[in-house]
C-alpha cells in the first residue's frame, strides 16, 4: 500500500467505468493488487476486501480446470513483457472459470485481459492497469459458428454426392462459351463421355456434333435473358458408340446468377425420354394404320360427345352422309330419310341403356339421291354410369341394300314359278318325284299324294315305297338302288294301294339329273297310273296263254295221226304220199313252235316263265343242238369252233331254246350262204356263245331294235322270212332272266354275228341295306 | 295204258302203239287208274290236264302206294314247264305236247327196260 489514488472525484469515475479494472504493483513475484473497481467485482464475483492488498495470484489461484497453471504463466509473462516494453499488453480469449460463491462449483469464463503499464514522470513503471475483459459470450458464439460451418460443409458434401448420383442429368455452364464447371455422371452417360472428357471445357468444343443443333442458341438466350427454358420431348442427333443417335430429351436451362444478382452461366436438368417417345411414336403409328384402315374399308369413324352434342366425324364419314367435308352434328341429322328417323331415335335411346348403337339408315344427297348408311357405336360412360361418349363408324350399304333388294325380287320371281310349277304338276295326271344323289326321295307331287293317300312328308326319304303292295315293295326298291349306283334310267312297274281301295299298277320312270358342273344330282321321274293297260294286257295274255293251249290239243292229235298215217304209207310202200305226209309234219312242227313262243311271250309279260336252273356242260349242249339243227338243213354247214367252257349254272331248256333260236335265224336269213360258224369260249368270268352267218345282215339303224318284242324284217323281204317277230324277243328275256346279255353286230348285205354271254358265277351287288326295310 | 281226256290224242296215240305193236289200254277218266286192282300196266302214259283230275296227283299217289310204285310213269302235257312239274310229281319221264312219234316210242321204250 505504498501508493495511493487521492482524488474522490477520480475515484468515482473509476468505480463506475463499466470495464472491468484491477490496479496492479509491480512487486514481482507478487503483483499485489492496488485498487479494484466495481465493475471487477461484479465481473469476478468478489468483495474489494477479499482482494486489495492481496497478490493477485494469491486473490486468483489456479483454476481446478486449469491442470498446468497455464493461466498464471501466462498472465506473468503479459506483466513482464508490459514492464518491459512499457506498452500495454493483451492476453486474448483464455479461459478462467469464476467460483459461484456460497458453492464449490465455478462457472465457465473466458477472457480477454489487457495489462496497460502507468509510467511516472522518471518515464518508469509504475504500476499496471489489469483490465479483462469477459468475452464468453463471444467464445460461445464462435464456438457455433464454426459448428454451424462444418454442418454446412456436410450438407454441401450431401447436396454433391446428390448431384453427382442423381438420375437426372445436371451441368452448370459457365461464361460465354458454356465452359463445363459442373456435371453429373448422368449427363456425361447422356452425352457419351466421361466426366474428365467434359469438365472445365467449352461444352460445344467437347460435343462438336451438337452444335448447330440449336440448343447454342437456347443456352445463349437464357444466359442473356436470364428467363428459363423448358424443352420436351425435344430431339438431339448424339454420338453413342460411334453411331449418331436421334435421342429425346426432356430439359430445363436456368440462369446461374452470382450473389450479386450477375448471371455467369446456365444449369441445365436434362432426362432422357428416348423409350417414351418412341413408344408414343409407335402408338401414333398405330393409330395411323388403323385410320388408314378404317379409310380402306371405307368406313367413317365418329366421336360423339353426349354432354355437349359435339360431334367429330372424318372425311369418309361425312361423305357418306352426302357432304364433302365434316360438318356439326345438326347438319348430318338433317339429311335423314324423315321416315328412318324414328327408328334412328330410337336406336340412339337403347344405346344408352344397351351400351351398343346399332341402325341401318336412309339418307338424302344434295343431289336428292337416296342411301343406305350403316351406324354402329360403343357408348363410353363416366363413373356415375352417365353416358359420356358414344364412338363408333359408319358404313355406306347402299350397294348391299340394293343387292338385297335384287335378290328378294328375284326369290319372289322363283316363288312365283315355284308355285306356277307346283300347279302344272298338280293338274298333271301323272305321279312326278325327285330323289337326291343318295336316293332319298324329296319331292312327290299332289297326284301322286291323292293316289296313295299318304302326305307330302310320309313320302320323303323311302317313306314312297310303304304305298307299293308287299309283293312288289323289294323289287321297285331294289331296282331303283341298282340303277342309283350305276345312274342308269330307271323304270319299274309295281302296285300301289290306292285310296279308292283296289290295287293300281303303276310304271315309274326315273331319268337322272346332273348339275351344271356335271355331278350327278338325283332323279326327276314320273308314275303313270297302267292299271288300265294292265288289266287289257292281262285280258289278252290270258287269251293268248288259253288260246294257244287250247292250240296244241287238236295240233298234238293231228301230228299223232300225221306220223301213224306216214309209217303206214311207208309200210304200203306208198313212198310219194308218205313224203307228203312228213312236210305235213314239218308244217306242224312250225305251227307247234309258233303256238309255243306265243304262250312263251305271254308268260313273259306276266312274269310267269319259269326257270329250272340247275348246272349243266355247256359245250355239250351247244353239240347236242348244233347235231339236231344240222339234221333240218342240208345246205348250210354248221361249223364248231369250241373252246372249253365248263359249267353253267342256268336254265338247259330255256337257254337250248336261245340256242336253236339263234341257229334256225341264222339258217333262215342266209339263204345263199353255205356255212354258220358257231362259237364258244369263256372270257371274264362269262361264258360266250356266237353264231356267225353270212346273210342278208342288218342295216344299222335297225341293230338295237332286232330284240323287240314284235320286231320283223321289213320293206321287200318281209314276205321272203316269215315269222311272228318274237323268236329274239324272248331268246332276250331269257338270256336277261338268266343274268347274261345278248348282242348282235352285224354288216348289212355281208352277215350277222348273234352272241350272248352268261356268268359264271351269280353277281351280287352290294345296296343300300337301309333302303328297303 | 294210256290215259287222256282229249278223244283226239287218245284215239291217234292208241292208234299209232297199236301200230307200232304194243298191248294198248285206252282211257279218258284218269280216276280209272287208281281203281286198278290186280292187274297193273306195264308202263303209263298220263296226261296232266285232264278234267275232274290232275295227272299229277294220281301220279303222286300210285308213287305212294306200294303196290303201284314201281309202274312207270311217264307224264305228258302242253306245258313246256312239264319237266318240273313231272319232278314234283315223282314220275318216271315226261313228254311235252306235241311229240314226235319217235320220241314217244323212245321214251317207252327206256322205261319199260327199266
Redesign the interface.
Known amino acids: 500500500m505504498s501508493k495511493l489514488i487521492p482524488e474522490t472525484g477520480y475515484k468515482a469515475t473509476f468505480n463506475k467505468i463499466s470495464a472491468a479494472i484491477l490496479l496492479i504493483d509491480i512487486d514481482a513475484p507478487l503483483y499485489t493488487i492496488l485498487d479494484v473497481n466495481d465493475a471487477y467485482l461484479i465481473a469476478t464475483n468478489s468483495t474489494r476486501e477479499a482482494l486489495v492488498g492481496k497478490s493477485v495470484f494469491g486473490a486468483f489461484p489456479a483454476n481446478p480446470s486449469d491442470e498446468e497453471a497455464e493461466n498464471i504463466r501466462m498472465t506473468i509473462f503479459s506483466f513482464e513483457e508490459a514492464i518491459r516494453t512499457k506498452m500495454p499488453h493483451t492476453m486474448s480469449d483464455y479461459r478462467y472459470d469464476i467460483p459461484i460463491r456460497g458453492t464449490d462449483e465455478f462457472e465457465e469464463r473466458y477472457w480477454t485481459t489487457s495489462n496497460t503499464p502507468v509510467l511516472d514522470e522518471n518515464e518508469n513503471v509504475s504500476y499496471l492497469i489489469h483490465s479483462p475483459a469477459n468475452v464468453t459470450e463471444l467464445i460461445k458464439l464462435r464456438e457455433k459458428e464454426i459448428a454451424s460451418v462444418e454442418a454446412l460443409k456436410n450438407h454441401r458434401q450431401q447436396l454433391y454426392s446428390t448431384f453427382m448420383q442423381a438420375p437426372v442429368g445436371i451441368a452448370i455452364f459457365r461464361g460465354p462459351e458454356f465452359v463445363v464447371d459442373l456435371i453429373n455422371p448422368t449427363l456425361c452417360e447422356i452425352y457419351g463421355r466421361t466426366v474428365e472428357e467434359m469438365l472445365a471445357k467449352p461444352i460445344f468444343d467437347v460435343l462438336v456434333h451438337i452444335r448447330g443443333q440449336g440448343f447454342d442458341q437456347l443456352l445463349e438466350q437464357v444466359r442473356l435473358t436470364g428467363s428459363p427454358f423448358k424443352g420436351q420431348g425435344y430431339p438431339a442427333s448424339l454420338l453413342r458408340d460411334g453411331k449418331l443417335e436421334t435421342v429425346y430429351f426432356d430439359f430445363v436451362y436456368e440462369p446461374y446468377r452470382e450473389i450479386d444478382g450477375t448471371i455467369s452461366g446456365v444449369i441445365a436438368v436434362a432426362t432422357e425420354v428416348t423409350e417414351q417417345v418412341t413408344a408414343k411414336q409407335l402408338v401414333e403409328e398405330a393409330e395411323e394404320r388403323a385410320r388408314l384402315a378404317v379409310d380402306a374399308v371405307g368406313l367413317g369413324t365418329y366421336d360423339l360427345n353426349l354432354e355437349t352434342g359435339e360431334m367429330i366425324t372424318t372425311k369418309i364419314f361425312a361423305n357418306i352422309f352426302g357432304f364433302d367435308a365434316p360438318v356439326p352434328r345438326a347438319d348430318y341429322v338433317s339429311v335423314f330419310h324423315p321416315d328412318d328417323i324414328k327408328l334412328r331415335n330410337m336406336a340412339h335411346a337403347e344405346a344408352v341403356v344397351s351400351g351398343q348403337l346399332f341402325y341401318e339408315s336412309r339418307v338424302i344427297w344434295p343431289d336428292k339421291s337416296v342411301h343406305w348408311a350403316r351406324v354402329e357405336g360403343k357408348v363410353y360412360y363416366d363413373a356415375a354410369s352417365k353416358p359420356m361418349r358414344i364412338l363408333g363408324t359408319l358404313l355406306d350399304i347402299t350397294a348391299q341394300k340394293q343387292a338385297k333388294e335384287e335378290q328378294q325380287k328375284l326369290m319372289a320371281l322363283v316363288a312365283d314359278s315355284e308355285q306356277l310349277l307346283r300347279n302344272i304338276t298338280t293338274a298333271a295326271p301323272t305321279g312326278l318325284w325327285m330323289s337326291d344323289e343318295q336316293g332319298d326321295i324329296t319331292y312327290v307331287n299332289q297326284t301322286w299324294i291323292d293316289w296313295t293317300g299318304l302326305c307330302y312328308e310320309e313320302n320323303l326319304a323311302n317313306g314312297w315305297l310303304n304305298s307299293i303292295i308287299p309283293e312288289d315293295r323289294k323289287r321297285a326298291g331294289e331296282k331303283f338302288l341298282e340303277d342309283l349306283a350305276n345312274k342308269n334310267l330307271y323304270e319299274v312297274e309295281f302296285r300301289i294301294n290306292h285310296i279308292d281301295g283296289t290295287k293300281h299298277w303303276c310304271v315309274a320312270t326315273g331319268r337322272p339329273q346332273y348339275r351344271n358342273n356335271g355331278t350327278f344330282s338325283g332323279y326327276i321321274g314320273s308314275c303313270v297310273d297302267i292299271t288300265e293297260q294292265k288289266n287289257l294286257q292281262q285280258q289278252k295274255d290270258d287269251f293268248i296263254g288259253i288260246a294257244s293251249h287250247e292250240l296244241k290239243t287238236p295240233v298234238t292229235s293231228i301230228k299223232a295221226y300225221t306220223q301213224v298215217l306216214e309209217r303206214m304209207l311207208l309200210k304200203k310202200g306208198e313212198t310219194k304220199e308218205a313224203g307228203m305226209i312228213s312236210r305235213m309234219d314239218g308244217q306242224l312242227n312250225r305251227l307247234t313252235s309258233l303256238i309255243g313262243d306265243l304262250l312263251d311271250v305271254t308268260k313273259i309279260n306276266s312274269g310267269k316263265l319259269q326257270f329250272n336252273d340247275r348246272d349243266f356242260e355247256f359245250n355239250d349242249l351247244v353239240k347236242e343242238l348244233v347235231e339236231d339243227l344240222q339234221r333240218t338243213t342240208e345246205k348250210h354247214k354248221l361249223i364248231e369252233k369250241f373252246f372249253p367252257t365248263g359249267v353253267v349254272f342256268g336254265d338247259k331248256e330255256r337257254i337250248g331254246q336261245v340256242i336253236t333260236n339263234l341257229i334256225t335265224n341264222a339258217i333262215k336269213y342266209s339263204p345263199h350262204a353255205d356255212k354258220i360258224i358257231i362259237h364258244t369260249g369263256v372270257k371274264n368270268n362269262e361264258v360266250s356263245l356266237c353264231i356267225e352267218d353270212f346273210g342278208i345282215g342288218i342295216e344299222e339303224d335297225k341293230l338295237n331294235k332286232v330284240f323287240e318284242q314284235f320286231y320283223r324284217v321289213s320293206g321287200d323281204m318281209q314276205h321272203t322270212f316269215p315269222g311272228l317277230g318274237l323268236g329274239l324277243y324272248i331268246s332276250s328275256e331269257i338270256i336277261k332272266r338268266e343274268g347274261g346279255r345278248i348282242w348282235v353286230t352285224s354288216k348289212h348285205g355281208e352277215g350277222s354275228t348273234f352272241c350272248f354271254a352268261l356268268p359264271l358265277k351269280t353277281k351280287t351287288k352290294a345296296l343300300r341295306s337301309d333302303y328297303i326295310g | 295204258m294210256i290215259a287222256d281226256d282229249?278223244p283226239?290224242?287218245l284215239?291217234?296215240?292208241c292208234?299209232?302203239l297199236e301200230?307200232e305193236g304194243y298191248n294198248v289200254y285206252c282211257t279218258p277218266d284218269g280216276a280209272e287208274i287208281l281203281n286198278m286192282n290186280s292187274k297193273l300196266p306195264d308202263l303209263l302214259l298220263l296226261d296232266i290236264w285232264m278234267s275232274g283230275i290232275d295227272g299229277r296227283d294220281i301220279c303222286k299217289q300210285l308213287k305212294q302206294n306200294p303196290t303201284t310204285n314201281k309202274l312207270p310213269v311217264v307224264l305228258i302235257s302242253?306245258?313246256?314247264?312239264i319237266?318240273?312239274s313231272a319232278l314234283a310229281a315223282g314220275a318216271d319221264d315226261f313228254l311235252a305236247?306235241?311229240?314226235?312219234?319217235d320220241d314217244l316210242l323212245n321214251k317207252i321204250e327206256r322205261n319199260l327196260v327199266n
Do not use: L, Q, Y
Open positions: 282229249d283226239g290224242i284215239d291217234a296215240v292208234i299209232m301200230f302242253a306245258s313246256r314247264d319237266e318240273g305236247k306235241p311229240f314226235d312219234i
